[in-house]
């Protein structure tokens, strides 16, 4: 009995021992963490909307798909969660102030290493360039026949909808509420 309340007692004091420097080490870490994000974010916002200067958040009722909304001389930056195969797939859209999507970025997902994960590619991305926010844009299997459809990764059909989903939802926010 003995033996057990000792081992007992020395798995508590180890325990006690490792949170208290994870606690220490997530304390010291926090701000890094979220200043390397803030700058991510900055980046991929940069990326859809090259001609923005800065960017400005937005305060606005919306769909809980829409994670984060920015305002720029040059247009809009709308950050969207949809689910995909293997969970949310989060998109930035840059939207022009004329209404022509000038790009996405994929910035997070769990989706299926050389399927899904080819979302984050320029050659699927690049797809939706140009592409005016008042048209829906279409998913499909086949080469892109009209202006608003862009051609689904192979065998990763759900990113794809998953992605273009998130893009449908920042333009109908444009659309509706953005652009007045």
Known sequence: ???????????????AISATILGLSNGITSKK??????????????????????????????????????????????????????????VITGISKDGAITGVKVVKHQETPGLGANATGSEFQNQYK???????VLVVKTAPSKDNQIQALTGATITSDAVTKGVNIARTLFNEKLNK
């Open 1 to 15: 009995m003995r033996e057990i309340i000792k081992l007992g007692l020395v798995l508590l004091l180890i325990t």
């Open 33 to 90: 963490i979220e200043e390397v994000e803030a700058k991510a974010s900055q980046e991929a916002r940069k990326e859809v909307l090259p001609k923005a200067d800065n960017f400005e958040p937005v305060d606005i009722d919306t769909d809980s798909k829409v994670l984060a909304v920015y305002k720029s001389d040059a247009g809009y930056a709308i950050k969207t969660a949809t689910p995909g195969y293997g969970g949310n797939v989060e």
């Open 130 to 136: 140009g592409i005016k926010a008042k048209n829906e």
